[in-house]
């Protein structure tokens, strides 16, 4: 049976391969080849369908989050593997091979799945409401084996290359110590200043560089193993300068409602005629009454930066049509994406707007990876009050995100299929014998099962 060690570098493109020679090198050993993604391209679907070889349609995972109907809410960034349908690749590896070991290093869903060893990062969230790093693992006995997770640099104003160092080290531990056959491994660093300041900048060039330093450790260490490296990438990111507020635009016709606390305004989901979960260059637009969908329809397809409004047929033949997906889903044009913001006066935002609250937003929000444009100083003295604050064990909150000015400020997304190769994920292999001349998501999973076994 071959080791096999299968990274995923999220934001990975030809055109950023080109300033990493370690993984270069990989390739050197094997192969390169083009990688189709799915619709929609963000992390939870994409990982979903490489892991199972279905697409959302199948699997169920039509987004980083969605509105859970049953429950009256949205949600994004769940993490039990129960959500995930579908045969995933452990399970079919087993049967392959009985007695196959797996690990899993911070690929998403990871609570829950049937391997051998996980790592996935799980904050403390304490009674008084302060916010710890911290990481879950299975077995419970892994936990002491690692230094603290730096979950603070893994997302926020503060998101760097700390956390990936930290994921690729304790790869590198994982296989040294239980030697599984096989190996996933999630690397953020790519999504930060590439969302930040946009695939074309110099910035994405340098963290391009600087993650290629890191990997050289692990990469020698699955070599040493003897292992087969795969490299792949979810999707790539974009140029974007348009912020599409979807929501707002809804609420002004009428189909958004919300209710006030506090003087803070939220979304009330059960009452809307019609809002949207924003993801990155997606939304799903969720409809009460089948008799709105056609006007609602008609009225999003009217706002600047939609470029497709899919109804349940046209989302068919894109492998989203779920029951989790919205009665419409929105694509943005290339150079827009959508905010999640529904208030129409920032005086009624609620407080968890200008803090860096991903389960709590009812969609995506990549200003948190801003100290607030409109006063950066301001928002750092604010956060280091905060901090000050937590050291003496006080309830905090950093409030250093932007609104608007935030959303302005990001010059890279994703979402939509790619439209050149150069900006498409890709797939490296250190084997020879198994290239491929190009390879879909949805065929991942068995060209991964092919090597194992």
């Not at 603070?152 to 030697?179: N, Q, R």
Request: with cysteine; charged share 20%.
């Amino acid at each position: 049976m071959t080791r096999l060690v299968v990274l995923d570098i999220v934001g990975l493109t030809p055109r950023l391969l080109a300033h990493m020679p370690r993984l270069r090198a990989v390739a050197d050993r094997g192969f390169q080849a083009p990688l189709g993604t799915v619709l929609p391209a963000v992390t939870c679907s994409v990982q979903s369908t490489f892991l199972t070889g279905e697409t959302p349609a199948g699997h169920g995972i039509v987004g980083n989050g969605w509105y859970f109907r049953e429950l009256g809410e949205v949600f994004l960034w769940r993490q039990h593997n129960g959500l995930v349908g579908g045969e995933k690749i452990w399970d079919a590896l087993r049967k392959r091979r009985p007695g196959s070991t797996v690990a899993n290093v911070c690929w998403w869903y990871a609570m829950g799945a049937d391997v051998d060893w996980t790592i996935t990062p799980r904050p403390i969230y304490h009674a008084d409401g302060r916010k710890d790093p911290d990481c879950y693992t299975f077995p419970p006995s892994l936990h002491d084996a690692f230094d603290t997770f730096p979950l603070f640099t893994y997302w926020g104003p503060g998101a760097g290359l700390a956390s990936s160092k930290w994921i690729c080290e304790a790869a590198t531990k994982v296989m040294a110590v239980h030697d599984p056959d096989l190996t996933l491994v999630y690397v953020p660093h790519l999504d930060y200043d590439l969302q930040r300041f946009g695939p074309s900048a110099p910035q994405a060039v340098a963290a391009a560089v600087e993650l290629d330093a890191i990997l050289g450790p692990l990469l020698d260490a699955a070599f040493a193993r003897d292992a087969t490296v795969v490299v792949l990438s979810e999707y790539g990111i974009t140029d974007v300068s348009r912020p599409v507020d979807i929501n707002r635009v809804l609420r002004s016709e009428g189909l958004l409602t919300v209710y006030t606390q506090a003087g803070m305004e939220y979304l009330d989901p059960w009452t809307s005629r019609a809002f949207a979960v924003a993801d990155h260059q997606i939304a799903h637009v969720y409809v009460r009454s089948p008799r709105d969908v056609a006007e609602v329809a008609k009225i999003c397809a009217a706002v600047p930066g939609v470029d497709q409004v899919l109804d349940a047929a046209g989302q068919a033949p894109y492998g989203i049509d779920h029951p989790r997906s919205g009665e419409l889903v929105l694509i943005s044009e290339p150079d827009a994406w959508f905010t999640y913001y529904y208030w129409l006066d920032d005086a009624a935002a609620p407080d968890f707007a200008r803090n860096v609250e991903i389960h709590r937003k009812p969609g995506y929000d990549p200003a948190e990876l801003f100290f607030d444009p409109a006063a950066p100083a301001a928002a750092k003295r604010r956060a280091g009050m905060a901090l000050a604050r937590k050291k003496l064990g006080m309830r905090y909150s950093m409030n250093v995100v932007g609104l608007d000015a935030g959303a302005r400020s990001v010059r890279g997304s994703h979402g939509r299929l790619p439209s050149s190769p150069d900006d498409a994920p890709v797939l490296l292999c250190s084997s020879p014998d198994a290239a491929r001349s190009s390879i879909a998501a949805t065929e991942v999973k068995d060209f991964l099962l092919d090597l194992a076994t």
